[in-house]
């Protein structure tokens, strides 16, 4: 798992959480003033430092940090989508879903505040989920199929031992009271006949 950078580096750090195509599950900790967004050929997302003067191949956006806040900046008329809308420029703010590019993975921008956990919480998950239900270009089935299992499987990997163990819990309890409800039925339709 990607681990936070120290508090002592920065007050508040960002990072941009890849949730499709090759990069997904990585992590992408957004350190200095400028940074640019590279796309690989094969849809790899890469975040590096931007130098000035510098020509790179790939490189799809801008990201300016400037008093702990963050703007992307499409670069050569490429198409940048911050939550579902083309931008040339705009301001960053947390949970913001962006798209590098037509047809190309989901990043969540996020912020921490330095004296804050890191969770993520069961509607970030559910959140991350509905995004990429809204912007995949996939047909709906196959949204829906990843969707779900995208949620089953990070709720599984992301979220704490008690929570998990009070899903089982609840899933026992009803499972325990449909066979009870079965059985009454039964026992009700044996009486009525």
Do not use: C
């Not at 950078?5 to 007050?11: A, L, N, T, V, Y």
């Not at 640019?36 to 890469?46: A, E, H, T």
């Not at 196959?142 to 299992?149: C, K, M, S, V, Y």
């Amino acid at each position: 798992m990607n681990k936070l950078p120290s508090k002592r580096e920065q007050d508040s750090v960002a990072a941009l959480l890849h949730q499709t195509g090759p990069s997904k599950g990585s992590v992408s900790w957004l350190k200095g003033s400028t940074m640019d967004v590279i796309l690989s050929p094969g849809r790899l997302v890469r975040v590096d430092e931007a130098h000035p003067g510098e020509i790179r191949d790939g490189v799809i956006a801008r990201l300016h940090s400037a008093a702990g806040n963050f703007e992307i900046e499409a670069l050569d008329q490429r198409t940048v989508l911050v939550n579902r809308k083309v931008i040339a420029r705009q301001k960053l703010i947390h949970g913001d879903m962006i798209e590098f590019g037509d047809h190309v993975p989901l990043s969540r921008f996020r912020h921490y505040q330095r004296d804050l956990p890191v969770r993520k919480s069961i509607g970030d998950i559910l959140g991350d989920g509905f995004a990429y239900l809204r912007a995949s270009r996939r047909p709906l089935a196959q949204r829906l199929g990843r969707a779900f299992g995208g949620l089953l499987r990070r709720m599984m990997q992301e979220t704490t031992l008690l929570f998990r163990l009070g899903v089982v819990a609840a899933i026992s309890a009803l499972v325990v009271l449909t066979y009870q409800q079965n059985r009454l039925n039964v026992q009700l339709q044996q009486r009525i006949e």
